[in-house]
Protein backbone atom coordinates (compact mmCIF):
# COMPACT_ATOMS: atom_id res chain seq x y z
CA UNK A 1 0.00 0.00 0.00
CA UNK A 2 1.38 3.33 -1.41
CA UNK A 3 1.24 6.65 1.17
CA UNK A 4 -1.89 7.83 -1.56
CA UNK A 5 -3.52 4.77 -0.83
CA UNK A 6 -2.68 4.88 3.26
CA UNK A 7 -3.67 8.53 2.85
CA UNK A 8 -7.66 7.73 1.20
CA UNK A 9 -7.77 4.99 3.69
CA UNK A 10 -7.30 7.52 7.07
CA UNK A 11 -9.76 9.65 5.35
CA UNK A 12 -12.56 7.40 5.24
CA UNK A 13 -11.79 6.11 8.20
CA UNK A 14 -11.96 9.53 9.95
CA UNK A 15 -15.36 10.33 8.10
CA UNK A 16 -16.92 7.30 9.55
CA UNK A 17 -15.82 7.80 12.70
CA UNK A 18 -16.88 11.26 12.68
CA UNK A 19 -20.57 10.23 10.91
CA UNK A 20 -21.05 7.43 13.78
CA UNK A 21 -20.29 10.18 16.32
CA UNK A 22 -22.72 12.39 15.24
CA UNK A 23 -25.52 10.34 14.95
CA UNK A 24 -28.34 9.78 17.82
CA UNK A 25 -30.43 7.02 18.29
CA UNK A 26 -33.87 7.74 17.82
CA UNK A 27 -36.22 8.47 20.56
CA UNK A 28 -38.09 5.27 21.69
CA UNK A 29 -41.26 4.69 20.27
CA UNK A 30 -44.78 4.52 23.05
CA UNK A 31 -47.89 2.83 21.95
CA UNK A 32 -49.46 3.33 25.45
CA UNK A 33 -51.73 6.00 26.91
CA UNK A 34 -52.39 7.72 29.69
CA UNK A 35 -55.54 10.23 29.64
CA UNK A 36 -55.90 13.83 29.78
CA UNK A 37 -55.92 14.77 33.07
CA UNK A 38 -53.58 11.86 34.49
CA UNK A 39 -49.60 11.81 35.03
CA UNK A 40 -46.72 11.65 32.99
CA UNK A 41 -43.11 10.89 33.54
CA UNK A 42 -39.71 12.15 32.39
CA UNK A 43 -37.50 9.73 33.95
CA UNK A 44 -38.00 10.11 37.39
CA UNK A 45 -39.92 13.13 37.93
CA UNK A 46 -43.82 12.56 37.86
CA UNK A 47 -45.78 15.38 36.50
CA UNK A 48 -49.77 15.83 37.11
CA UNK A 49 -51.50 16.85 33.89
CA UNK A 50 -53.74 19.98 35.25
CA UNK A 51 -56.97 21.06 33.23
CA UNK A 52 -60.01 20.20 32.45
CA UNK A 53 -59.82 16.77 30.46
CA UNK A 54 -60.97 16.62 27.16
CA UNK A 55 -62.40 12.83 25.91
CA UNK A 56 -62.92 11.23 22.72
CA UNK A 57 -66.61 11.86 21.47
CA UNK A 58 -66.81 15.14 22.62
CA UNK A 59 -66.53 18.64 20.90
CA UNK A 60 -62.88 20.44 20.93
CA UNK A 61 -62.97 22.70 23.30
CA UNK A 62 -63.11 26.12 22.03
CA UNK A 63 -59.70 28.16 23.08
CA UNK A 64 -57.67 30.83 21.15
CA UNK A 65 -53.97 30.17 19.96
CA UNK A 66 -51.71 32.25 18.20
CA UNK A 67 -50.49 31.16 14.49
CA UNK A 68 -46.51 31.68 14.25
CA UNK A 69 -46.32 32.61 10.41
CA UNK A 70 -49.45 35.03 10.80
CA UNK A 71 -49.67 36.25 14.80
CA UNK A 72 -53.55 35.99 14.02
CA UNK A 73 -55.56 34.13 16.40
CA UNK A 74 -56.98 30.54 15.85
CA UNK A 75 -59.79 28.42 17.05
CA UNK A 76 -59.56 24.96 16.09
CA UNK A 77 -62.97 24.23 17.64
CA UNK A 78 -64.51 25.90 14.55
CA UNK A 79 -62.81 24.55 11.80
CA UNK A 80 -64.95 22.24 9.92
CA UNK A 81 -64.32 20.14 7.10
CA UNK A 82 -61.04 18.45 7.43
CA UNK A 83 -59.63 16.14 9.50
CA UNK A 84 -57.43 18.10 12.00
CA UNK A 85 -53.87 15.81 13.27
CA UNK A 86 -52.39 18.31 16.65
CA UNK A 87 -49.29 16.79 17.31
CA UNK A 88 -48.72 18.41 20.54
CA UNK A 89 -45.07 19.13 22.00
CA UNK A 90 -43.24 20.62 25.13
CA UNK A 91 -40.69 22.72 23.05
CA UNK A 92 -39.70 22.19 19.85
CA UNK A 93 -35.58 23.00 20.59
CA UNK A 94 -35.69 19.75 22.65
CA UNK A 95 -34.18 16.12 20.90
CA UNK A 96 -37.90 14.45 21.10
CA UNK A 97 -39.86 17.13 20.28
CA UNK A 98 -37.57 17.76 16.53
CA UNK A 99 -38.15 13.91 16.54
CA UNK A 100 -41.75 14.08 16.58
CA UNK A 101 -42.47 17.30 14.34
CA UNK A 102 -39.90 16.06 11.75
CA UNK A 103 -41.84 12.46 11.54
CA UNK A 104 -44.85 14.97 10.84
CA UNK A 105 -43.57 16.71 8.37
CA UNK A 106 -41.51 14.46 6.38
CA UNK A 107 -43.56 11.09 6.89
CA UNK A 108 -46.58 13.04 7.25
CA UNK A 109 -46.47 13.77 3.41
CA UNK A 110 -47.91 10.32 2.82
CA UNK A 111 -51.41 11.90 4.59
CA UNK A 112 -54.46 13.05 1.92
CA UNK A 113 -54.97 16.96 1.81
CA UNK A 114 -57.69 16.49 3.46
CA UNK A 115 -55.78 16.37 7.21
CA UNK A 116 -54.87 19.36 8.26
CA UNK A 117 -51.20 19.03 10.52
CA UNK A 118 -50.76 21.28 13.28
CA UNK A 119 -48.39 20.99 16.02
CA UNK A 120 -48.64 22.64 18.81
CA UNK A 121 -46.64 23.93 21.87
CA UNK A 122 -45.89 26.37 24.47
CA UNK A 123 -43.05 28.19 22.38
CA UNK A 124 -43.32 31.12 21.68
CA UNK A 125 -44.47 31.79 17.62
CA UNK A 126 -41.02 33.54 16.65
CA UNK A 127 -39.46 30.25 18.15
CA UNK A 128 -42.06 27.94 15.91
CA UNK A 129 -41.32 30.06 12.80
CA UNK A 130 -37.61 29.88 13.41
CA UNK A 131 -37.57 26.48 13.43
CA UNK A 132 -39.93 26.25 10.53
CA UNK A 133 -37.49 27.35 8.45
CA UNK A 134 -34.31 25.67 10.06
CA UNK A 135 -35.98 22.56 9.68
CA UNK A 136 -37.89 23.22 6.00
CA UNK A 137 -40.74 21.85 7.91
CA UNK A 138 -42.92 24.80 6.55
CA UNK A 139 -46.06 22.96 5.32
CA UNK A 140 -47.01 22.13 8.85
CA UNK A 141 -49.01 24.83 10.54
CA UNK A 142 -47.68 26.19 13.58
CA UNK A 143 -49.72 27.37 16.44
CA UNK A 144 -48.53 28.16 20.06
CA UNK A 145 -49.97 28.31 23.23
CA UNK A 146 -47.94 30.46 24.81
CA UNK A 147 -49.80 33.15 26.42
CA UNK A 148 -51.40 31.39 29.14
CA UNK A 149 -51.42 27.88 28.69
CA UNK A 150 -55.44 28.08 27.84
CA UNK A 151 -55.14 25.03 25.25
CA UNK A 152 -53.24 22.90 28.02
CA UNK A 153 -55.68 23.76 30.30
CA UNK A 154 -58.67 23.68 28.87
CA UNK A 155 -57.46 19.75 27.26
CA UNK A 156 -55.97 18.43 30.63
CA UNK A 157 -52.86 18.45 28.80
CA UNK A 158 -50.49 21.19 30.88
CA UNK A 159 -48.07 19.88 33.10
CA UNK A 160 -47.86 20.91 36.49
CA UNK A 161 -44.27 22.47 37.29
CA UNK A 162 -43.03 22.98 33.93
CA UNK A 163 -46.49 24.60 32.83
CA UNK A 164 -45.56 22.53 29.40
CA UNK A 165 -47.81 21.01 27.48
CA UNK A 166 -47.50 16.65 27.19
CA UNK A 167 -46.35 15.10 24.53
CA UNK A 168 -49.55 13.84 23.01
CA UNK A 169 -51.34 13.66 19.52
CA UNK A 170 -55.07 14.44 18.82
CA UNK A 171 -57.25 13.57 16.14
CA UNK A 172 -60.20 15.97 15.24
CA UNK A 173 -62.50 14.67 12.58
CA UNK A 174 -64.51 17.15 10.26
CA UNK A 175 -67.59 17.98 12.53
CA UNK A 176 -65.15 18.85 15.20
CA UNK A 177 -65.29 15.89 17.33
CA UNK A 178 -62.25 14.54 19.08
CA UNK A 179 -61.86 10.52 17.67
CA UNK A 180 -58.67 9.82 18.86
CA UNK A 181 -55.86 10.99 21.39
CA UNK A 182 -52.38 9.64 22.54
CA UNK A 183 -51.06 10.72 25.74
CA UNK A 184 -47.43 9.92 25.98
CA UNK A 185 -46.64 7.98 29.60
CA UNK A 186 -42.84 9.18 29.17
CA UNK A 187 -42.32 12.50 28.45
CA UNK A 188 -38.82 10.91 26.38
CA UNK A 189 -40.50 8.45 23.85
CA UNK A 190 -42.32 9.92 21.05
CA UNK A 191 -46.22 8.61 20.59
CA UNK A 192 -47.36 6.15 17.68
CA UNK A 193 -47.12 8.49 14.85
CA UNK A 194 -48.00 5.93 12.44
CA UNK A 195 -51.22 4.95 14.39
CA UNK A 196 -52.46 8.29 14.37
CA UNK A 197 -51.58 8.79 10.60
CA UNK A 198 -54.00 5.38 10.00
CA UNK A 199 -56.97 6.90 12.12
CA UNK A 200 -56.52 10.03 10.70
CA UNK A 201 -56.95 8.46 6.92
CA UNK A 202 -59.98 6.70 8.24
CA UNK A 203 -61.65 9.74 9.66
CA UNK A 204 -61.18 11.22 6.45
CA UNK A 205 -63.45 8.49 4.43
CA UNK A 206 -66.37 8.83 7.01
CA UNK A 207 -69.44 11.42 6.58
Same mark, same amino acid.
Given at each position: &????? *??? !? ?14 ? +? ?9 ? +? ?15 ? +?? #? ?12 ? &????EVDLSQERGKVL?? #??? %? ?20 ? +???? *? ?7 ? %? ?14 ? *? ?5 ? @???? !? ?17 ILVDKHGVVRYI???? @? &? ?5 ? @? ?8 LLKED
Open positions: &MDSRE *RLL !GACVLFFIIAGCASTQ +PSPPLNRDSVN +PGGIVFRGDKRFQLLGT +PI #SVGKPLPSVKLVDA &MTMGFL #SIV %PSIDTRVCEAQTHYLGEEGDRL +PQGV *RRIAISRDT %PFAQKRFSREAKLTDI *RYLSDYK @EGEF !GRSTGLLMDGSKLLARSVQVVP @E &MTHVPDM @EAAFQKAIQ
